[in-house]
């Protein structure tokens, strides 16, 4: 078995494939079971499981959640939900208001660093989809006229934040406690699990060690809340978090998963069923994919 239960589509705000190029991607890495689990919402699904059958490929149903838990932000995955659900209708329409109320105040919070961009030009690049802070990035390093801006320099090409500058600069001004950082009101966290509960799914959290870095414990008590599982092998996490989560996991029980975070352009150093691991846990995933798969 070879998997990847991490993956995004073009209907991902910061996505960029479509789900035949996914699915051709995937086989071209000999994948045989994928997730795309699109930023709160099941878009890609209604094409992707039927199309899937062609390719030998399982697709499990899933979801990415945004979600807060005391005031740390964290995502968390929803393995085999019913995507029919209503329910999932409701929360794609709840964040996509979200998203373009915060605009205009990540507009506001560059300029007072420094950094003023005119949003229009993002929201014309957006051609319908949502304005994101990947976009607004591609917006200031694509155009000359932002060529003046010395903050932006890590990000050009040669710069110590250019090989992925897209999510470097969100994870350098936008991430939570960063300087351009823009609070959206989010659902808390075990609102999410009852969410994926209700709707037959598996909770699993993604890259805790990306969230909780320094506070990794916290995943302990998040399992207490009610999540099944820990994506403890992906492209966040050192070999140390690899290894503290995954023993967690089993300690607990738990499902374990694997997944590269592929959204195309915006990472471009993460690549379609590549992910850090430790090979003597393979079999733990395997068992852990293997449940998901039976579900």
Known sequence: MKADLHIHSKYSLDGEYSVGEILKEAKAASLNVISITDH????????????????KITVIPAIEIDCNYKGTDLHVLGYNIDWHSNDFAILEDDMTGKVMESFGRMIENLRK????IDASEVLEKAVGTLPTVELIAEVLLGNEKYAGIRELDPYRSGGNRSGMPSLNFYLDFFAQG????VKIDLMDYADVLQLINNNKGVAVI????LNFR????????LLKMGAKGIEALNNYHDEDQI???????????????CGSDFHGRTKPLIRLGEFR??????????ES???LLCR
């Open 40 to 55: 709160n919402l099941v878009k890609a699904l209604p094409e992707a499981i039927p199309a899937s059958a062609d390719f």
């Open 113 to 116: 660093l420094g950094i003023a």
């Open 178 to 181: 960063k300087p351009a950082y």
């Open 206 to 209: 993604a890259h805790p060690g």
């Open 214 to 221: 320094g506070r990794e414990e916290v995943i302990k008590d």
């Open 243 to 257: 290894q503290f989560f995954a023993e967690v996991a089993i300690k607990n029980s738990a499902i374990m998963t």
């Open 277 to 286: 691991k430790i090979d003597r846990y393979d079999a733990y995933v395997v």
């Open 289 to 291: 994919v293997e449940e």
